[in-house]
């Protein structure tokens, strides 16, 4: 049922809400503050705005999103809905962490949301602020131990500015996030970690690679399925680092990927493997023959994840013609060769797939070894359209040396 606009869950009237519709019935994404200065100048008396700070490496903000893209669809224009991923932009208004929520005036006040999940809460919430009943943001307010500064005018008017942080407070952010995510559990563990990776990126950039370097010794203890999905935002946010905000290099980023490789948990093991297949296509052949073997190791991970990730890493190696070695291109080929008979579907049909791949790489003698052993196996267990594939490239590569050699899989 849609939301009567201008009505709370009590159904009574809404005070000072503009009842006409006038904004869209979708949330505008704006990247600069001149944006949302013009937006925010758009509202008239009793007009409010909801501003999300995001970040796109931030598991919580996707979370957030649909619910207030379902508000802005069911609400038809009554409220202006805007959201940005200015991560500077936020740094600018000290947004302590994300994703962060905040209802706007015109005149620049604002007041943080907390009931985002829950539409009539939601609606509860902007009816109190319409009415004068919460009071708004500004002046100093406590987090943690240490006093921030908020703007009394809010983050729209521009007319002052926040002091700048000192390596110290940063790295004691760090430090308190850092802790946060170790000692909490559940949701509150897996929220702690835009805070933390907001801190990070915040040191300089030594720092920032010592403090990434020491994860597999912080986390490794770190087991439960809460663990698992605050490390996989972590690499996730590290990968940001490099990619999008570009504040640190692939060939900086990549050696500690690999001595994650060894890592004890395996939830540390996938995140790094996940980060280096998207960084694939930069390597250079060094590079990559040096981690061949490291992958290959992996492909008999006990874990299911790390074992499949490890097939697709070395998938993407071969495929950017970043491993050019026969002699390593042939240990590959007979380490996945063994991953046909894996009882996993997925890792079956990806370890056939880069198997395939790699058979037409190889020279005639390393190739007529490679179909000698593959035609002894019984593959009755792998996926019609991998095994099409298998027979398919085997045939190829006989008639292409013109082996002697049948082959019935």
């Known amino acids: 049922m849609p939301i009567p606009t201008n009505l709370n869950v009590h159904g009574q009237k809404s005070p000072n809400v503009a009842e006409s519709p006038t904004f869209e019935n979708h949330v505008i994404e704006f990247d600069s503050e001149s944006e949302v200065k013009a937006q925010i100048q758009r509202l008239g008396h009793g007009q409010i705005a909801i501003l999300t700070f995001s970040a796109s490496w931030c598991s919580p903000c996707h979370e957030y999103k649909p619910y207030l893209d379902k508000f802005a669809r069911e609400t038809k224009g009554l409220y202006l809905l805007l959201r940005t991923e200015n991560e500077d932009l936020a740094t600018k208004n000290r947004v302590p962490g994300y994703p962060f929520v905040v209802a706007i005036k015109r005149e620049g006040t604002y007041f943080e949301l907390y009931e985002i999940e829950n539409r009539n809460n939601l609606l509860n919430e902007i009816t109190a602020i ?206 996945l060769r063994r991953l046909l008979l894996d009882p996993k579907p997925a890792i079956l049909e990806q370890a056939a797939s880069t198997y395939a791949s790699i058979l037409e790489k190889l020279s005639p003698k390393e190739a007529a070894e490679e179909l000698k052993s593959l035609c002894r ?29 049948s082959c019935r899989m």
């Open 130 to 335: 319409a009415a004068g009943a919460r009071k708004p943001m500004g002046g100093k307010r406590q987090i943690g131990t240490r006093q921030i500064w908020e703007p009394s005018v809010g983050v729209a008017s521009g007319k002052t500015e926040a002091p700048q942080l000192t390596p110290a407070d940063i790295e004691a952010d760090v430090a308190k996030y850092r802790t946060l995510i170790l000692k909490s559990t559940g949701e509150a563990r897996i929220s702690s970690v835009p805070s933390y990776l907001s801190a990070v990126r915040k040191l300089d950039k030594a720092k920032m690679l010592a403090e990434i370097r020491d994860w597999s010794e912080t986390f490794k203890g770190c087991m439960d399925s809460s663990c698992e999905r605050a490390i996989d935002d972590l690499y996730a946010g590290a990968r940001n680092f490099w990619m999008k905000d570009r504040v640190i290099d692939r060939n900086e980023l990549s050696p500690i990927l690999r001595e994650d490789f060894n890592s004890s948990n395996p939830f540390i093991r996938y995140g790094a493997l996940a980060d280096y297949r998207f960084m694939a296509d930069g390597l250079n052949s060094s590079e990559a023959h040096q981690v061949a073997s490291s992958l290959r190791l992996m492909f008999a991970d006990g874990n299911d994840a790390v074992r499949l990730e490890a097939v697709k890493v070395y998938d993407a190696l071969t495929k950017y013609q970043k491993i050019t070695k026969t002699s390593e291109l042939a240990d590959g080929a007979s380490a």
């Open 377 to 405: 196996m019984n593959l009755t267990g792998v996926e019609q359209g991998a095994l099409s594939r298998l027979r398919y490239v085997a045939s190829s590569v006989i008639g292409k040396y013109k082996l002697k050699l």
